[in-house]
């Protein structure tokens, strides 16, 4: 009997004791997670965008800088991302409700065929704003932040993203994915765009 009740000890002991380093261990790596997300989203704003020249799907060569004097919002996707396909008609409805106010929307397709953004984006979602082919990712990589979700490459890190650029070319909105809190309809887009116009 004092045998089972030494047993039942040192296993509810054990027990106990992993449960604990097991917390201790995950909760700082969520807290910092969500911390360096913030701060990063944060000190992306007011930042010059960097500049950037990238072929649409029918050729045509546009550079950001060819925007200036106009605010633009730029949506990084891919044609295989549930969200970006999710967001893609509230974009188009956003281009449309918008334009009159001198904001552009571009969305930068992240290393894939032009024929595939042609089907699977553009005519899916029968979008008339321009696409652009990022083909290497370097655009797309070029706007994330440092130190956020260090294990995945820059470039998808960036996927389903949504940035506000305004009309001297700063950064004034940007929202990494959250799938916790997704945006389809872009409600916080839409209120920062509203704020700056």
Known sequence: MGRIKKLSTAVFLTTTLLFLMVSCKEEPKKENTAKEEVASEQTMQ?????????????GETISLSDY??????LH???????????????????????????????LIDVKESKELV??????????TFPILLDEEGVVAAS?????????????????????V???????????L???????????????????IL
């Open 76 to 106: 990084i996707a891919t044609t295989w991302c549930p969200f970006c396909n999710a967001e893609a008609p509230y974009l188009e409805a956003l281009s449309k409700d918008y334009k009159s106010k001198g904001v552009e929307v571009l």
């Open 177 to 195: 994915l959250d799938s916790k809190n997704f945006d389809a309809e872009l409600v916080q887009l839409k209120k920062r765009l509203d704020e």
């Open 46 to 58: 007011n930042v010059i965008s960097p500049d950037f020249t990238l072929s649409t799907l029918e």
């Open 165 to 175: 650029i305004d009309k001297e070319g700063k950064i004034q909105f940007m929202s």
């Open 118 to 127: 042609q089907e699977k984006l553009k005519d899916k979602h029968q979008l």
């Open 68 to 73: 200036k004097g106009k605010t633009v919002v």
């Open 143 to 163: 706007y994330a932040p440092d130190g956020v979700l260090p294990d995945l490459a820059r470039d998808e890190v960036m996927l389903a993203s949504n940035l």
